[in-house]
Structure formats: structure tokens, C-alpha cells
């Protein structure tokens, strides 16, 4: 019989880096931590905590819902906030440059949660317009359930 046990310390604390209604994602190339705080996308070094970046796209009256990390890009869906109407969208960057890549609407609410093959060629999102959106990666079109 083994017995494991496993232990956790806090090594430091890095200052508020996460929004309360967002996820974090890691991508492991770069080492970096990527976690939505309320309009933006901060990008954090996991070795000294320092924030590197906060990716924002002119989006006011929209918060970052999730944060997904597929291959060398980041994905960011975010919510607006704005009581006259509802839209989603998904804004993608580069995990290294940090380069704006893309934006992929057609969510009419919050997007809620994604996911991609392991190809990484197709992604999937849902939202809470009860919608399943799927993208073609590659060109760039998408269907919805």
C-alpha cells in the first residue's frame, strides 16, 4: 500500500490578478498565467508573479467570462455589460507576441465556456444564449446548434 500526500504553501501573494467571475489558463511554453480582470486579459509570469501585459481590445461595457489557452493562442470571451442589449465575443491573441490575432462573434450573450480539438483546428464555445458555436479555426467560419 502508498500513501501520498500532497501539501500546498502559499509562496507569495501577487496582488489581484483574477476577476471573480473568470477562470485562469496556463500555457506551459511561455510559463505565463492568463486570467480575465474585469474588461481585460492580464498576463502574468508564474516564476515572479509580475504582471507582463493586460490585453484589452477597446472593449467597453464587456468583461472577460473565460479564458482558454489552445496551442500558441489565447482566447478570451467576454460578456457585455451594458443593460440596453446583450452580445458575446471571443478575442484572440498570440501567447508569445502577445499580438491581437482575431475577434469571433456571433454568441448573442456571455460566452460561458470553450473548447478545441487536439489538432487545434476546430473550437468549440457555448454561451449563455444557450447557443453551441462551432469554429473552423483555419478559415475562420463558424456554425451554431
Known amino acids: ?8 504553501q502559499l509562496e507569495r501573494n501577487v496582488g489581484q490578478v483574477a476577476g471573480t467571475q473568470c477562470n485562469v489558463a496556463y500555457h506551459p511554453g511561455t510559463k505565463r498565467i492568463f486570467s480575465g480582470v474585469n474588461q481585460q486579459v492580464a498576463v502574468v509570469a508564474r516564476r515572479t508573479g509580475e504582471v507582463l501585459a493586460y490585453l484589452s481590445r477597446e472593449h467597453k461595457n464587456r468583461l472577460v467570462r473565460h479564458v482558454a489557452v489552445f496551442g500558441e493562442r489565447v482566447y478570451a470571451g467576454y460578456a457585455a455589460t451594458d443593460c440596453r442589449y446583450e ?3 471571443i478575442l484572440v491573441w498570440n501567447c508569445t507576441t502577445l499580438e491581437f ?3 469571433l462573434d456571433q454568441h448573442k450573450s456571455a460566452v460561458s465556456s470553450m473548447a478545441c480539438s487536439s ?6 464555445s457555448a454561451g449563455q444564449d444557450c447557443r453551441i458555436v462551432i469554429w473552423d479555426l483555419l478559415s475562420e ?4 446548434m
Open 101 to 103: 490575432l482575431m475577434s
Open 141 to 144: 467560419e463558424s456554425s451554431s
Open 119 to 124: 489538432d487545434e483546428t476546430i473550437m468549440v
Open 1 to 8: 500500500m502508498v500513501k501520498t500526500y500532497f501539501k500546498y
Open 87 to 89: 452580445d458575446g465575443d
